[in-house]
């Protein structure tokens, strides 16, 4: 039962991931108001995000639910992905001083942070916890 929770759940991030980006891309993205050394940086996370995360989150998401060890794989590859991208997206954001604004962006950027490193956390453990039980 717990498998399917965590599968529903690597469903679900998954496709916040990419509504994200289609978000950033339509909106942020075309915003005057940003800066474009911010632009520049946040055009670095794509590619990871969609091409090594969210196909880990999906592939990990089928393996669970029908019970196949590479589901455990690619859950912790998932999460230790989202845990490396949720530090660095923080140690930049400090360092810039982002989370000191005010606007719909910045508080944006601080729920999508917190929001990976949870999931992180948990996709990371619970995948460790089936292997070691393997």
């Known amino acids: 039962m717990l498998d399917l929770i965590i599968a529903g759940l690597e469903i679900f991030v998954g496709i916040a991931i990419i ?6 891309f339509a909106v942020e993205y075309k ?16 590619l990871p995000d969609i091409g090594w995360i969210t196909p880990c989150l999906f592939i990990g998401a089928y393996g ?3 019970g196949h060890n590479f589901g455990i794989f690619f859950t912790i590859a998932a999460g230790s992905g989202m845990m490396f991208l ?6 930049f954001s400090i360092q810039n001083g982002i989370y000191k604004k005010k606007d719909f962006g910045s508080r944006l950027s ?3 942070v917190i929001c990976s490193l949870i999931f992180a956390v948990i996709f990371t453990v619970y995948g460790w916890m089936k292997f070691s039980a393997l």
Do not use: C, H, K, S
């Open 19 to 24: 509504v994200f980006w289609i978000y950033f």
């Open 31 to 46: 915003d005057p108001e940003n800066e474009q050394w911010y632009i520049i940086y946040e055009r670095t996370f794509p």
């Open 64 to 66: 669970l639910i029908t």
């Open 86 to 91: 949720g530090f660095i997206d923080t140690a």
């Open 110 to 112: 601080v729920i999508v």
